[in-house]
């Protein structure tokens, strides 16, 4: 892998209502570890089930949303952005976002995302990246996939984005939850050339 650009990058990372949003919680420490700016797109559905799954209980209030996920991060350099806002810069190609990451991607998104509705400001910021050939990462969390699931993903691949699923690898000897974690999120980082020591490569785990 490169070595991490010096430059402060600005990615959006977007949470939907799938399963895992420990994963997307995993990134944005990760990147904001690397130095990095995050503007955080949760979904009504993503809230929900992240407070159902973390307890966190973070507010449907964008400014109380805004300034629990800073005490929650410790960092204000991640910020919160409504999802009915379409005045933000993520909504427009000429804001310099650096990439978009869907994690975990639903496929109720995937299926919006595909067919270019753009409803929503998580909506349409896919579509921008898309169009404007910057990097666009999918992590969904869902099993079994159907054929409309494999049909929006192969279409979203052509169109550009990358699909990267939710599956820990096991080479490395994972031992806990946070493990599993790392793998995932590691593998997102490696996409978006951001460094970071959260599993051992294969090769290395070989010595």
């Known amino acids: 892998m490169s070595p991490k650009n010096l430059e402060t990058k600005q990615f959006v990372v977007a949470m939907t209502g799938a399963s895992g949003s420990l994963y997307g919680l995993r990134l944005i420490r990760e990147l904001l570890r690397s130095g990095e700016r995050v503007s955080l797109i949760l979904s009504s559905a993503g809230r929900q089930v992240l407070n159902h799954e973390t307890g966190l209980d973070w507010s449907e209030n964008i400014k109380q949303q805004r300034q629990q996920v800073q005490e929650h991060f410790a960092s ?21 976002v650096d990439a978009m990451i869907v994690i975990p991607c639903s496929m109720g998104s995937v299926g919006r995302i595909a067919a270019g509705v753009s409803g929503n400001l998580l909506e349409r910021a896919a579509d921008v990246m898309l169009k404007e050939r910057r990097p666009l990462i999918l992590v969904p969390r869902e099993t079994p996939f159907n054929t409309i699931h494999l049909e929006n993903l192969l279409r979203l691949s052509r169109a550009g984005a990358v699909v990267l699923p939710a599956m820990p ?35 290395d785990c070989q010595d």
Do not use: Q, R
Not at 177 to 188: A, N, Q, S, T
């Open 169 to 203: 690898g096991f080479y490395h000897a994972p031992k806990t939850i946070d493990d599993l974690l790392d793998f995932v999120v590691g593998k997102v980082l490696d996409v978006l050339n951001v460094e970071h020591s959260l599993f051992t490569k294969w090769g």
């Open 76 to 96: 204000i350099a991640v910020e919160c952005l409504a999802n009915d806002n379409f005045m933000t810069g993520a909504a427009s190609g000429s804001a310099a």
